[in-house]
C-alpha cells in the first residue's frame, strides 16, 4: 500500500486529488495539509510514503518545505504539484530533494503512473515539462553542492553573494575590507571555476544555487 499525504492551500484541489486517486487499490489517503506547519504537524502522528506537495504554499514554499522534509524525513519520497513550468522552478524541486515534478493539469493516469514509478524509487518530470531538458536537468541537481569548499572558497562564496546582491566592486571592497582589486581577482576567479562570463550568469547561478532568493 502506497500511503500519501496531500498538502496545498486549497481545500479544492485536495479534494480534486483524493478524487482522482481513490478507488486505486494500492494508494491510500492517509492524510491532508493546508500549510507548512499542519504538514510536520501530521507527520508526527501518521505514516506516509509520499507527500504530494504544492509549491506555492503560504509561509514556507513548496521547495523551503522540500528542503526540510529532505533533511527530517529522509525516507519520504516529495511530489512536488505545480501551475510553473520553467526549468529553473523543476531544478530547484529536485535541487530541494523532490523525486516528482507534476503540473496541476496533470490526467489521472499519468498521476497514478509517476507515484506508482516514485514509489518503487525512480524520479519523475511530466514529460509535458521536460521537452528534452530532464537529463541535464538532474544532473545539475545531482551536482555536488556549491558550498563545497573544493568548488569556492569561503571567501569567494561571500563575494558571489555580494556580487549577486547588486553590489558594487567599491561597495564589497568596503564591506569585505579588501582592495578594489581584491574584489576582482576573486570575482575573475569565481568567472573562470564556474565557467560564467557576465556578472547576469553570476546572479543566475545564484539563484540556481540557493545563494540568494528567487
Known sequence: MIRILIADDHQIVRDGLKALLS???EISIVGEAADGDELFIKLKIIEADIVLLDISMPGLSGIEICRELSSAYPGLKVVILSMYSSEEFVFQAFRAGASGYLPKNISRQELIDAIQKINFGEEYISPSLSSGWANNLMKRAKEKPLSDPEVLSRREL???K???EGM????ISEKLFISIRTVESHKNHIMQKLDLRTTADMVKFALRNNIIDM
Open 23 to 25: 478507488g486505486i487499490p
Open 158 to 160: 561571500e563575494i558571489l
Open 162 to 164: 555580494l556580487c549577486a
Open 168 to 171: 558594487t566592486n567599491k561597495d
